[in-house]
């Protein structure tokens, strides 16, 4: 996430927000049996044969792709982290499991394919400005076979604009004596979440802000056709039909 007019933008540091301090306050929302859910969600929705191709991109620190290869996937995780990638690798020789790890860019990405499937999980997409974005879209399209499926789940549009206030939003995550603070504003011009984090872990406090596109699906789905993607679906979580106040948007694009 990444907070924008270029200015703005030029000032986020990926570093600042995905490192030991993401783990640490996310990790108790992500527990084994939602990932495990999350997971069984993706096989069901893409309903590829075992033996299948995905790339996970960005894979984080391996939750989803670790378990699609459990399930019997072949899978290749890249994510620009390498704290992240290091903690993949371990849990992949815990599990028992073989996940093809790469550090790199969406933008550029080090894999060729081709795969039966992309996936972009947790609102993993929208980082950068929409040029950039719809970069990845291309480089999403280009290592899929003909035929290959893009999965796409982040925040939906309309149903996040629907419960936001006008005024700042604060969430605070604390975990024992430690405590993240984000305070969330959104910009309806630039259609952008933009988020000012304040950590205060173990008597240090650290700043960072980011900030993510959230597209419209009218957006969504020029931004794919223009991609090269023929069909495009667009459901909330747990396939249901998407309402204007859904919170979650599962976008699925076929190559």
Known sequence: MRAYGIEVMDSFDPDDTFNDDYLWFYEPTLTDDRSRREASEIA?????????????????????????????????????????????????????????????????????GPFD????????FGYFDDDDNRLVLRRFADVLRPGGALLV?????????????????????????????????????SGRVETERTVRRGGQVRRSRHSVRLPTVPEFDEWLQTAGFSARTYSERGGGALRFDSGRLVVVATR
């Open 117 to 124: 499937a992309v996936v972009c999980w947790f609102t993993s």
């Open 153 to 189: 789940e982040t925040m939906h549009h309309d149903g996040f604009v629907r419960g936001f206030t006008s005024a700042p939003a604060a969430i605070v995550t604390e975990r024992g004596d430690d405590s993240m603070t984000d305070v969330t504003t959104f910009d309806p011009v």
């Open 44 to 112: 069901e929705i893409l309903a590829l044969p075992s033996g299948a191709s995905i790339l996970d991109a960005p894979c984080g620190h391996g939750r989803i792709s670790n378990l699609l290869a459990a399930d019997g996937f072949e899978v290749t995780g890249v994510d620009r982290t390498a704290l992240f990638l290091d903690k993949a690798k371990k849990d992949a020789e815990r599990l028992g499991v073989e996940v093809d790890y790469y550090q790199g860019d969406l933008r550029a990405l080090p894999v060729s």
